[in-house]
């Protein structure tokens, strides 16, 4: 079991910048995979941001530029900074973690981007 507790969502204005963290507990030794995903209203629940135990990054188009995922093996958490944050950017943010054999997901946090 794994378990995920994200902080870091709230509200901000156009151009303003978020750091979301998500810190994993449980079976951590067998995390392969981190990553956020997101859902705005309406919307199906979409990628954003994924970092593998080795460290490759992967990133959404919609993105590529502004966000970057950072993983910190000793403290299993991961990061998502976001810069140049646009109102479409607008959405609950969910962190997703892969063990072998299933997948877990946190309680999401919510991230606003207005003026």
């Known amino acids: 079991q794994v378990q995920l507790v994200e902080s870091g969502g709230g509200l901000v204005q156009p151009g303003g910048s978020l750091r979301l963290s998500c810190a994993a507990s449980?079976?951590?030794?067998?995390?392969?995979?981190m990553g956020w995903f997101r859902q705005a209203p309406g919307k199906q629940r979409e990628f954003v941001a994924g970092?593998?135990?080795?460290?490759?990054?992967t990133y959404a188009e919609s993105v590529k530029g502004r966000f970057t995922i950072s993983r910190d093996n000793a403290k299993s958490t991961v990061y998502l900074q976001m810069n140049n944050l646009k109102p479409e950017d607008t959405a609950i943010y969910y962190c997703?973690?892969?063990?072998?054999?299933?997948?877990?997901w946190g309680q999401g946090t919510q991230v606003t981007v207005s003026s």
């Open positions: 997703k973690v892969l063990v072998p054999g299933t997948d877990y």
């Open positions: 449980g079976s951590i030794f067998s995390i392969s995979f």
């Open positions: 970092v593998t135990s080795g460290g490759t990054r």
